[in-house]
């Protein structure tokens, strides 16, 4: 079946920083979304990339979808403390969304 | 309503006890899908229900579970005989079909079978 690699598993950074999670799946994708988890809260859906080589943008994040649509990326420039939460990209193949593993980012202040 | 519904927040139950576990989704949402959480996990897939098609159930990890949607919007989860491996937050989610917008996720249920 379907998996969604995802790493790294933890990144811990200081304020200011930039983060970077990688997402892979093992078979070509139709879309790839990305999810925001709060610690205690639930995934809140971020952004869904469609197109070979798509790069999309929400202010400090920049989201790609690389060429043969089996891996995307998602890249935080200056990480705030409101960033913190696991990052989980989910992989669209089929009628249902196969989320990897997530990674959780802490920001130190 | 305004969100994904889901009740109880917290369940806590014997092991061998049956437990059910509701969904309301955002009204007009075809599609309902159940994943479940263990602690610092990710998301495993458990079912989904699209319309008035039969549900895909390939994601159940054994036949102590079952679930069904009724008149296609609320849905019960049901875990029969609890184990204490079935401790974890079940996630209920909705969304339109195709969604350009992802899934709208409810807040979870989190059950404890001890």
């Known amino acids: 079946g379907q998996q969604v690699m995802q790493i790294p598993q933890y990144q811990h950074v200081q304020e200011g920083e930039d983060f970077t999670t990688y997402c892979n799946s093992s078979?070509?994708?139709?879309?790839i979304q990305w999810y925001k988890q709060r610690p205690g809260g639930h995934p809140v859906f971020l952004i869904q990339?469609?197109?070979?080589?798509e790069v999309k943008k929400q202010k400090r994040l920049t989201f790609q979808f690389g060429e043969a649509k089996k891996n995307s990326s998602l890249h935080i420039t200056a990480t705030q403390t409101t960033d913190v939460g696991t990052y989980f990209c989910?992989?669209?193949?089929?009628?249902?969304?196969?989320f990897g593993e997530g990674t959780q980012l802490t920001v130190n202040p | 309503g305004a969100g994904v519904s889901q009740s109880p927040s917290n369940k806590v139950t014997e092991k061998g006890k049956d437990v059910e576990l509701r969904c309301d989704p955002i009204?007009?949402?075809?599609?309902l899908y159940w994943y479940r959480q263990s602690l610092g996990q990710g998301l495993e897939f458990l079912i989904y229900?699209?319309?008035?098609?039969?549900?895909?159930k390939s994601g159940l990890p054994s036949d102590r579970f079952s679930a069904e949607r009724t008149g296609g919007s609320v849905s019960t989860l049901t875990i029969q005989r609890t184990q204490q491996e079935d401790s974890a937050v079940y996630l209920c989610?909705?969304?339109?079909?195709?969604?350009?917008?992802?899934?709208?996720f409810g807040s979870g249920t989190r059950l404890t079978v001890v």
């Open positions: 989610a909705s969304s339109t079909s195709p969604s350009p917008w992802g899934y709208t």
């Open positions: 078979t070509t994708l139709s879309n």
């Open positions: 990339l469609v197109k070979s080589g």
């Open positions: 989910a992989g669209q193949g089929g009628s249902r969304l196969t």
């Open positions: 009204s007009g949402h075809t599609a």
């Open positions: 229900f699209q319309g008035n098609s039969a549900p895909d």
